[in-house]
């Protein structure tokens, strides 16, 4: 489970709890980089495809996952975005039911994950 807190000031606490494990991240916003239109978020950590979705919509009005495209643009503008670990990324765009695309940061390959239930790294992006 994924709750998240924010407060007006530009800091967003995330805290992630499993059976025997919390972990806190607090994730300063003004950070944030633009790029083509979209503002960026900071890494908001490995989660579930579902658990993205709500971290990303928890940020505020606009907030959302990248679709498949908007990824492959974060990907081919990383450096000057900056913050992105060579691993998988969710995307917004689904293919049926159970699966969703992810990009791989080390390399840029596009694949359709293994299913929505494994974790990847996420980054929200809304219209600047």
Known sequence: MILVFYWGLG????????SNLTITKHILLEDR???????VSDNLGLMSWHEAIVACKSLGPGWRLPTKDELNMLY?????IGGFADNYYWGSTEFGNDYA???FFLDGVQYLSSGKNNTNYVRAVRAS
Do not use: D
């Open 101 to 103: 695309w992810e990009l």
């Open 33 to 39: 980089k633009s790029i083509n239109g979209l503002e």
């Open 76 to 80: 081919e503008n990383k450096e000057e």
């Open 11 to 18: 800091l967003l606490l995330l805290v992630r709890q499993s």
